[in-house]
């Protein structure tokens, strides 16, 4: 049997490459900000907001949106307004969403709330109706964090700069909360709440090592990330494994893989050869600074 040879396969496959791609072009940023783990933080929102949408009887994957979107921009204004630090706030967001969607789940009578397929993925679900909202709102995604890649990255390399600069900083910040939470949301299907961060961390962390500028490194962290969703699919199809766990799993791998054989060549590469002429006793040399800007 081929892979692509049923609609619900071919709809898996596709839905996860767009994750692939999506997930590191709203992670670059987030690492850049050190707060890589806030993906994890919207995915335990996202979570009350599977519940409300049970209990409501609507539309849990849009209820999670609309949740994840309202705690992602509490996080963003407490960092601004309330003096808070950000890993306080992200503590905030992990209690209060995983707590709150235990609660409302256990309001529910109904006893078969598949919440384990909206934990740790499953993407064998995904619909033609999933496939185009997922393709439409990863489309909208790519255009702010590939469109407004100057104006993200200035707010998350330096906001006193880039508020000098005259950017809204704060209307910024805000897009870029919501963009994460819709990026959380949409990976709900493919990786589930509790990996989805993985995907938006861990690609980035490989590209890091090797790419020299941020638009390299988001560049190569996107491939990477399809290459991880295509492989980790690919895999689960074969071995019968959850979707979810091997797609991490397969990022996870490159990034021990990438990591190593960057360590290996700088260790092997020969050292720099000191100059055979020296500067006239008494006369002082200027050293000669070569320096390199990181490209936006």
Request: proline residues 4%.
């Amino acid at each position: 049997m081929s892979l692509f040879e049923y609609d619900f396969l071919r709809n898996a496959f596709l839905g996860a490459l767009l994750v692939g791609l999506l997930a590191p072009s709203v992670g670059v940023y987030l690492v850049q900000r050190r707060l890589s783990l806030i993906g994890d933080g919207i995915g335990h929102v996202a979570l009350t907001g599977v519940a409300v949408g049970f209990l409501l009887n609507s539309s849990p994957v849009l209820t999670a949106m609309v949740v994840a979107a309202l705690g992602a921009i509490v996080v963003e204004v407490l960092r601004e307004y309330g003096r808070m630090s950000g890993d306080i706030a992200l503590a905030l967001l992990f209690y209060g969403g995983i707590a709150g969607g235990v609660l409302l789940i256990g309001l529910d009578d109904d006893d078969n709330i598949p919440m384990m397929s909206y934990l740790f993925g499953s993407p064998l679900t995904t619909s033609s109706q999933d496939l185009i909202a997922i393709t439409v709102l990863s489309a909208v995604v790519l255009l702010i964090t590939v469109g407004g890649r100057s104006w993200l990255f200035a707010i998350c390399q330096d906001e006193e700069y880039a508020r000098v600069a005259g950017l809204p900083v704060r209307a910024l910040n805000l897009l870029l909360a919501v963009t994460a939470a819709v990026t959380v949301t949409v990976a709900m299907r493919t990786v589930g709440l509790l990996l989805v961060s993985a995907l938006m961390v861990v690609p980035v962390a490989t590209a890091q090592q090797v790419a020299r500028g941020f638009s390299s490194t988001m560049l190569l962290a996107m491939l990477l990330g399809v290459f991880a969703s295509g492989s980790g699919m690919y895999a689960s199809w074969r071995l019968d494994v959850a979707p979810g766990a091997a797609i991490v799993v397969f990022a996870l791998l490159v990034f021990v893989v990438v990591a190593a054989g960057s360590s290996v060549f700088r260790r092997l590469r020969p050292a720099r050869q000191l100059p055979h002429s020296f500067p006239a006793r008494g006369a002082t040399a200027a050293p000669k600074v070569v320096g390199s800007l990181r490209d936006s």
